[in-house]
């Protein structure tokens, strides 16, 4: 359901959707091109959740002051953050967070 409500959200008010991961890597109703040749071809495995089911998910992780969007790097029962939404709100193309993306699969 959060899916289709985001969706309708995007087209009906765009500027008042929240979720720069999303505006990042998605258009309106599909994942754009080239991120999804990056997610495709990335050595890394990529799984997106909603804030509610994140937390759900991870009842027991325990990160004060935590804001969403936020990428975590899972190896394992670890999980660890990457980066936090500041971080995604300064990018500003898919581009850029791929850039990032991989500067951390470089290690």
């Given amino acids: ?43 890394s495995e990529f799984v997106f959740m909603y804030k509610d ?3 759900d998910t991870y009842l027991d992780l ?9 990428v975590f790097k899972k190896e394992g ?4 953050i990457l980066f936090y939404s500041k971080v995604i709100s300064s990018l500003s193309s898919v581009e850029d967070l791929i850039d990032l993306l991989q500067q951390y699969e470089r290690g």
């Fill in 77 to 80: 029962s670890v999980i660890e």
């Fill in 1 to 43: 359901m959060n899916k289709y409500v985001d969706v309708l959200h995007k087209i009906v008010s765009p500027d008042t959707y929240s979720c720069d991961l999303c505006n990042l890597t998605h258009g309106n109703f599909t994942e754009k091109k080239r991120w999804k040749n990056y997610r495709e071809n990335s050595n």
């Fill in 53 to 55: 089911q994140f937390l």
């Fill in 62 to 70: 325990n990160i004060e002051n935590l804001t969403f969007p936020a």
